[in-house]
């Protein structure tokens, strides 16, 4: 059907119009999907995979390892108190790979505390410091098998963590509770 009373030019402008409206449809869609896939790619797969990588790098940094070793003291026996008192050191040895602040050496089980007093001490990666410590035993109360330490340390980037279990070697200090608690009582 023809319309005799719009022009020739009118219908094909409008023709040209709607063409244009779906070109712009068309592009408009395919920009909107493409913005999408881009947010989705990064989102769901970008994201996780450059957090994973700043983790491993984080962990690379961060990787704090310390051995703790327990040095022979002044032994002193409270008879009355059934406890004995050791004036020692602990040897840390600094076995990661970065330079770390050695805050704290405490343990607290049953029947043992250990403290040091509260400073910083570098301990540069591959070596040794020792720290001062106060151990005291309560002979009334059972030994336990093995000494757990938490250290409280400082890393290069500034980072105080503390280092839950560390295992304390402390064969001279066991030695002398054992010792110290046979003479007393």
């Not at 009373?5 to 068309?26: E, I, K, Y």
């Not at 493409?34 to 994973?52: E, K, M």
């Not at 108190?81 to 405490?106: C, D, F, S, Y």
Request: a negative charge.
């Amino acid at each position: 059907m023809i319309d005799l009373d719009q022009p020739a030019h009118d219908r094909r402008r409008r023709r040209l119009a709607t063409g244009r409206a779906l070109v712009l449809v068309v592009v408009g869609s395919f920009l909107a999907g493409g913005v999408l896939g881009g947010v989705a790619t990064y989102l769901g797969w970008y994201r996780p995979l450059a957090a994973s990588v700043d983790q491993a790098d984080q962990a690379d940094w961060s990787t704090v390892s310390v051995l703790l070793f327990a040095e022979d003291g002044v032994l002193t026996v409270d008879d009355e108190q059934r406890r004995v008192r050791i004036e020692a050191q602990v040897t840390v040895v600094n076995a990661g790979p970065e330079m770390v602040g050695v805050l704290a050496v405490r343990v607290d089980q049953p029947g043992v505390t250990v403290r040091s007093p509260e400073k910083e001490r570098q301990v540069p990666p591959g070596t040794t410091l020792p720290v001062d410590v106060v151990v005291e035993w309560n002979c009334a109360v059972d030994p336990p098998g093995e000494l757990i330490a938490a250290v409280s340390l400082e890393t290069e980037d500034e980072q105080v963590r503390k280092m839950v279990p560390a295992t304390l070697s402390g064969t001279p200090w066991i030695e002398s509770r054992r010792k110290g608690c046979a003479g007393s009582g």
